[in-house]
Nanobody, 129 residues
Framework: DVQLVESGGGSAQAGGSLRLACTASGLTTTHNAVAWFRQSPGKEREGVAS????????TYADYVKGRFTISQDSAKNTVYLQMNSLKPEDSARYSC???????????????????????WGQGTQVTVS
């Protein structure tokens, strides 16, 4: 079974930074992308950033572009989300997800769609004040 465990959430002041980690186990060769999503109360879950694990192509939502960076450490089976210049509107529960995403979607907004990902972690809370 695929297991995804997020860590690194917490509280930060506006303008500050946090780094989230998503550690995976049970992934198979069919899983080729990992993404971060977030959801705040009363809002739908939205895609934040994605990375294709072979090749490293990344995609960012407009609202985090230039502030967040997604990266991976294959040796540790971990994908990171470095979040800088945090804003109060970044407050949400952040979850990572793994999936088999069409290579045609690499670098495009389709890689931030929830329907592309079948395995999800429990999430970690980020609060920015």
């Amino acid at each position: 079974d695929v297991q995804l465990v997020e860590s690194g959430g917490g509280s930060a002041q506006a303008g500050g930074s946090l780094r989230l980690a998503c550690t995976a186990s049970g992934l198979t060769t069919t899983h080729n992308a990992v993404a971060w999503f977030r959801q705040s109360p009363g809002k739908e879950r939205e895609g934040v950033a994605s990375i294709f694990t072979r090749g490293g192509t990344t995609t960012y939502a407009d609202y985090v572009k230039g502030r967040f960076t997604i990266s991976q450490d294959s040796a540790k089976n971990t994908v990171y989300l470095q979040m800088n210049s945090l804003k109060p509107e970044d407050s949400a529960r952040y979850s990572c997800a793994a999936g088999t995403v069409s290579p045609l979607f690499a670098g495009g907004p389709e890689s931030l769609q929830r329907r592309e990902y079948k395995s999800w972690g429990q999430g970690t809370q980020v609060t920015v004040s």
